[in-house]
């Protein structure tokens, strides 16, 4: 008699464990949405667990159906393009799916916390999520940019000084991404777009070639981290190494970021065409 409580018990087990993870299934789909960055792909991880008639609430948003679930996904990664979302242990109880989660940067530091409610269909699908975020553990827009901004200056500032004080370009080539573009001013000696770290220190070389500099003013920053734009402004003093002369000369250098990597940078000269008649000058 006992084993057959026994075997009875574990099949009772077995039946409750194969009912959750039923339950669990459309919810691995939703995270697996979540983490998605494609538009088109995520659109369809959705539509195999959502309905035209679904609706997901947030203190962010509130909408019904496919298109517009994904679209506040997308809107999503606009604000925090490097987002990682975890979450925890997930709580059954009839058609109710409970979790807590974290989104986390690149750099692992914590963005916003919070717990969703889902509540299941029955037949493998949601009919409705509820997300409710910590405040304490939420950074507001303004203090995620804040965060941002200041990251993107540490790039800035590390590869300035790498370039002009260090000359260290085994850290420059770190700070840089693969492809990033280098745009120079067509009228200098050694004006032209380059692609890539290689081409970058081609450009240096062929640079030097023509003047040696000094800062003669430290940068001043301004920063948008809206755009991920870094704006320097500085002045340098030049000699040519064909006359020997001496020119002071403003510059501004827009550099462009993406992931916490320099991405472009465009430099702006205060008088491109008496800088370039400056190095091509004889004694």
Known sequence: MRK????????????LFAQKKDKLNPIAVYEKAWQEHNSDARLKLIRTIWLDDSTFEDPSASVKGTAAFN???NEFYKKYPDAVLTSGAKVVKDN???????????KSKLIMSGRDFARL??????????????PEATLSEAD???????????????????????????????????????????????????????EWTKMYAKSAEFFELQIEKEPVYFSDASKNEIIIYFTIKAKA????????L????????????????RPFYYDTKQFAEFLKSKK
């Not at 269909?121 to 910590?134: A, E, M, P």
């Open 144 to 198: 995620i940019l804040k965060n941002l901004e200041t990251e993107n200056l540490k790039v800035v500032a590390k590869y300035y000084e790498s370039l002009f004080k260090t000359r260290d370009f085994t850290t420059i080539a770190t700070l840089i991404e693969p492809g990033a573009i280098y745009y120079q001013a067509e009228g200098l000696p050694y004006g032209g777009t380059f692609t890539g770290f290689e």
């Open 121 to 134: 269909n029955g037949k493998g699908q949601v009919s409705k999520i509820i997300g409710f975020w910590n």
């Open 96 to 106: 109710y799916v409970s979790w807590d989660w974290k989104i986390l940067d690149s």
């Open 71 to 73: 679209n506040v996904i």
């Open 4 to 15: 057959i409580y026994f075997l009875y018990f574990l099949l009772m087990l077995n039946s």
């Open 250 to 265: 403003p510059i501004s250098e827009h550099v462009d970021l993406k992931d916490g990597k320099i991405t472009a940078i």
């Open 241 to 248: 190494k064909k006359s020997g002369k001496t020119l002071l």
